[in-house]
């Protein structure tokens, strides 16, 4: 009888200890060689976010999602309204279609009226302050 006791602590004894010793085998160092192109369309992308920002004026978002149908909604919105400047942001994981350029809130909402006609789910984006 003892002997049926020993046989299994035996075996979960040299289990556990080969688990133990596979799992300090992550200690190594990785060294990873990053292409220069990388960095600088990084910094390209840095730069053309800094460039559009919601923070200093009202604008209209139009669409929210992917990019072909963002690229499409864009040319049908200067088609429809000349007169407003449109832009595409990527946001993760969405590609958003903004237009107008608004320095007053009523004017804002005044062309938001004109662009629901033919964008229901366009919506007013407030300056950040």
Do not use: H
Not at 63 to 84: H, P, T
């Amino acid at each position: 009888m003892r002997i049926k006791t020993i046989k299994p602590f035996v075996y979960y004894s040299f289990i556990l200890s080969i688990l133990s010793t596979n799992s300090q085998a992550q200690d190594r160092n990785i060294t990873i060689t990053q292409d220069a192109k990388f960095e600088q369309l990084l910094n390209e992308k840095r730069k053309t976010n800094a460039s559009i920002s919601v923070s200093e004026r009202y604008k209209i978002q139009v669409f929210s999602g992917d990019s072909d149908k963002a690229k499409k909604i864009l040319n049908d919105c200067k088609q429809d309204f000349e007169d407003l400047d449109g832009t595409i942001v990527f946001n993760t994981p969405n590609y958003k279609v903004w237009v107008g350029n608004f320095r007053t809130r009523i004017e804002a909402e005044r062309n938001l009226i004109g662009i629901r006609t033919k964008y229901e789910n366009a919506y007013l984006l407030k300056p950040a302050k």
